[in-house]
């Protein structure tokens, strides 16, 4: 926007003057959009202006200068809130204070810069006093601002603030920042304006106008602090986008016990309850309460308190989800009686609450069924996985506390974010346990299991972090004794130092010393339902990579349409399996090979079989065997000596048959569809196995639809070959039966050159199953085993956008699924196309997927949800030809 042919970087809001609405986030950030809109909606707040995203873009962009035009505009909507507040920034006599705080386009709770009571000096704070008859909350206000001014804009260290104000409290004799007077305040200022001098070489600034020009710098600035670069690049939030910067008339809670401050929710953030929730502190200002300094009563207490003021915030939540259709996150202040509203935000919150959430405003009617399951991100539900402690462990808790963010987590202590970042780098399950957490430990907190702190509510920093992480979250644990320079921690007689075990339960705010068992949830209700009504709108079908009865089960229970992949390979290494296996290995002929082979007939059947009895009437992808036959040997001297006394041999057999089969490359070794061309009696036993297993099920009156998938193929050869072999013995076994079954052979697309050929393979396949895992290793030249040693390294320097072993490469392997597909179909037209690598439980990588036209993805039976949901976002956001008014016509029908 422009005013008089220039670029317009402040908009005014409030005072029935607001420039801006909640569409405007960009432009306006999330929090001056959000208090536009509200002052649009006739919501009282506090006026004030709103400098634009762009603007500290261009800072950036000049160096650090401002925009041409930006300090006249800054100048004159600082005239028109003097107007509307009836006080002047910097008189003495009638001073205006101000407010200056960060506002990014997404919500980036503690990770930028605020500054309150901005506009204080030794003369306005006279005012001030005389102006509010308070001296005390006059220099309380003017402590708190030096104090936020000398560590967000002048970088003096905090603590060194922190230290002084509590001597001075020791001193005195209370413990709370309430209990100090109006001269234990003003000998503070005296003190903190020192410890300014002391640090900066220069005196507190006095002059207002530059005191604002300073804080709207590092307001600027705190866009990429490093607390903010590291959130960015947890939450993948770009770093071009620039904060807005909000100037803000103050309003105060500190005013006495007619005044206070909060931090609410429409609902509740943790479960979902359709219950008002937060906080809030009596002559107390809003950092208070975030800060975990002092602990906070339940909003349910400001009933009590001021009940008036309650009734006013009822009605505004009201109006609040009327009007942005979601749960909100507001922040309030009462000033001796009267109620404005800070800021509102869409409220982060826990997936188990957002589900619920989701579901009820659906039910409600205040959004439909395609909102709601767009409402709940994919990645979201892997919250709901977590594990919870086993109800049957016998433990009792040390201590209790808020649970602030639900799921158990076991690990080790680290008592600072770096130690959580080294510790977890080095392998280690971590529990991070601070007295209260900042947003410098933003880095510990995502790379801890969980957190614990024994300070802080419910709306702390650590928890609203937490939630947002998915983390579990114990806060406000008030008896444990935490000495974070010793590294120990104090509990109920047990002393606890680094690196010593813990469980905390972020779903009861119960803290165990210890390993204790976990287990994962069960899911239903409200779950269920979101889970039913994404079915209703994606066209992927969603299978799960099986290989036991237990986790086809769990993968059934999940909502799985079948398996899409059964690795048979992991089913050689049982007690009973493997000596079998390794005589099949060491045998000289075909012969030999089939006698040995015929050992493990009955137990491959079995295996079968029980997986079958699991997906009844749901399609099972199952493997031939794909590693090398090296891995099934043993690699150590005494290993081969136990294996050569049990098989009859001399160690000496042993020892020259895995020289035989050693290979430079395994990866591109004798393995896969190669496996089954140079030993095709291992490939016809896996069919037998599978074919008679599935004849078994039949005759017991169940229906099943075995496919069998021939591995790692880059010729039509390779699959023309093997597809006949496996053939015959399926039909044998079937006209022996006397049953014929519905069965599918086809291939796994792992090889670039298949990919490439797939118009001529698909000819001989009813079914492509694309490997991306190897796909993906073949295509980058990037080992999957090795990559730990520099992705990250070229993730950080930007050279990769994410590891391509858990979001598909789009730009190369991508493109080789992409033609596979077409020219698979072109090949085929029947041929049903999957995904079986560890991609298709990425949602990123689903929607890729389902542009490209794929049958279905697999993923482990864990992810199952995941990609239901993921699926029906991708089908919301770009449907499918065909698809595309079904996808309508279901969004209609709400």
Not at 2 to 15: M, P
Not at 257 to 262: A, E, I, R, V
Not at 276 to 283: H, T
Not at 287 to 308: C, H, N, Q, W
Request: hydrophobic share 40%; glycine share 10%; charged share 25%.
């Amino acid at each position: 926007m422009s005013v008089d042919g220039r670029k317009k970087w402040v908009y005014f809001f409030g005072a029935n003057q607001t420039e801006g609405r909640a569409d405007m986030k960009n432009l306006l950030g999330g929090k001056g959009a959000n208090l536009a809109e509200m002052a649009n909606l006739g919501i009282l707040v506090p006026p004030g202006f709103t400098i634009a995203t762009e603007a500290c873009i261009e800072f950036y962009r000049r160096e650090k200068r401002w925009p041409e035009g930006l300090e006249e505009q800054v100048s004159a909507s600082l005239a028109r809130l003097e107007q509307a507040m009836g006080r002047k920034f910097g008189d003495p006599a009638n001073p205006l204070l101000v407010s200056v705080r960060s506002g990014a386009r997404v919500s980036m709770p503690g990770m930028m810069d605020t500054v309150l009571n901005l506009g204080l000096n030794d003369e306005t704070v006279r005012g001030l006093a005389r102006q509010s008859n308070n001296e005390r909350f006059a220099y309380d206000s003017y402590r708190r601002f030096i104090q936020m001014y000398g560590d967000v804009v002048l970088g003096v260290p905090r603590h060194l603030f922190e230290d002084r104000l509590t001597a001075k409290k020791q001193a005195r004799g209370v413990t709370e920042d309430t209990g100090l007077n109006a001269e234990d305040l003003k000998e503070l200022v005296a003190e903190f304006k020192q410890i300014v001098r002391e640090q900066t070489g220069k005196p507190f600034p006095e002059n207002p106008r530059d005191q604002l020009r300073g804080a709207i710098n590092a307001v600027f600035d705190s866009w990429n602090n490093p607390r903010a670069i590291k959130y960015r690049e947890i939450h993948k939030i770009p770093g071009d986008w620039g904060t807005a910067v909000n100037v803000q008339a103050m309003v105060f809670g500190n005013m006495g016990n007619d005044s206070g401050t909060g931090v609410a929710f429409t609902r509740n953030p943790s479960t979902g309850e359709k219950v008002f929730f937060g906080e809030f502190l009596i002559n107390a200002q809003g950092e208070d309460v975030v800060a975990g300094i002092r602990t906070p009563l339940p909003i349910s207490r400001l009933k009590e308190e001021m009940p008036d003021v309650y009734a006013q915030l009822e009605e505004i939540n009201r109006r609040l989800e009327a009007n942005y259709k979601d749960m909100m996150d507001i922040e309030f202040t009462v000033q001796q009686g009267k109620l404005y509203m800070l800021q509102c935000r869409v409220g982060k919150r826990t997936a188990q609450a957002a589900v619920r959430m989701a579901v009820e405003m659906a039910q409600e009617g205040l959004i439909d069924r395609a909102t709601a399951v767009l409402r709940v991100a994919p990645e979201q539900l892997d919250q709901l996985l977590h594990p919870t402690i086993d109800p049957n462990a016998k433990v009792e808790p040390v201590a209790k506390g808020l649970p602030a963010s639900p799921g158990a987590a076991v690990g080790q202590l680290a008592f600072h974010a770096e130690d959580a970042e080294r510790m977890a780098n080095d392998g280690k399950a971590v529990i991070l346990i601070r007295a209260e957490t900042s947003p410098e430990d933003i880095g510990g907190m995502f790379k801890a299991q969980g957190i614990l702190t024994s300070r802080g509510g419910m709306t702390s920093h650590a928890a609203v972090v937490a939630r947002g992480m998915g983390k579990s979250c114990v806060v406000g644990c008030g008896a444990i004794d935490i000495d974070e320079r010793q590294k120990v921690a104090r509990v109920n007689g047990h002393v606890l130092h680094e690196g010593d075990w813990i469980t905390i339960d972020g779903s009861t705010g119960n803290v165990y010393v210890g390993q204790v068992p976990l287990v994962r949830p069960e899911l239903s209700g409200v779950f269920t339902t979101l889970l039913e009504w994404a079915d209703e709108f994606r066209a992927l079908g969603v299978r799960a990579n099986a290989d036991t009865p237990k986790d086809a089960r769990v993968a059934r229970e999940f909502g799985a349409q079948g398996i899409g992949l059964c690795r048979t390979e992991h089913m050689f290494f049982g007690e009973n399996r493997i000596l079998a296996m390794r005589q099949m290995i060491l045998s000289d002929t075909t012969e030999e090979r089939e006698k040995a082979l015929a050992k493990l007939l009955p137990l491959q059947r079995g295996d079968f079989y029980e997986i079958f009895k699991e997906m009844l009437g749901k399609p099972v992808v199952i493997r031939l065997l794909d590693p090398p036959l090296h891995e099934f040997l043993p690699k150590e001297p005494a290993a081969i000596r136990d294996v050569a006394r049990e098989l009859g041999v001399s160690p000496e057999v042993v020892e020259s048959r895995v020289r035989a089969l050693a290979e430079a490359n395994p990866m591109l070794g004798l393995r896969g569809c190669r496996l089954g061309i140079v030993f095709p009696e291992i490939y016809e036993m896996q069919t037998r196995a599978i074919f008679e297993a599935a004849v078994q099920v039949a005759k017991e009156g169940h229906e099943i639809e075995p496919e069998v998938m021939i591995p790692l193929v880059s010729t039509p050869g390779e699959l023309a070959f093997l597809r006949e072999r496996c053939r015959k013995v399926a039909e044998e076994v079937m006209r022996g039966a006397g049953v014929q079954l519905k069965y599918l052979i086809g291939t796994m697309i792992e090889v670039p050159r298949a990919a490439l050929v797939a118009e001529e393979i698909a000819k001989q396949a009813d079914f492509f199953s694309f490997g991306t895992n190897d796909m993906t290793q073949m295509t980058l030249g990037f080992s999957r085993d090795d990559v730990g040693k520099y992705v990250p390294r070229y993730i950080e320097m930007g050279l990769l956008k994410a590891d391509p072993f858990q979001t598909l490469d789009t730009e190369g392997v991508g493109q080789l699924v992409a033609m596979g597909v077409e020219r698979g179909k072109k090949g085929n037209p029947s041929l049903v196309v999957g995904i079986c690598g560890e991609h298709g439980g990425d949602p990123a990588s689903i929607q890729f997927f389902h542009d490209a036209g794929l049958d279905y993805v697999s993923c482990s039976p864990y992810r199952v949800p995941i990609a239901r949901l993921a699926a029906a976002h991708a089908n919301l956001s770009r449907p499918r030809a065909g698809q595309k008014a079904r996808a309508v016509e279901a969004h209609a029908a709400d």
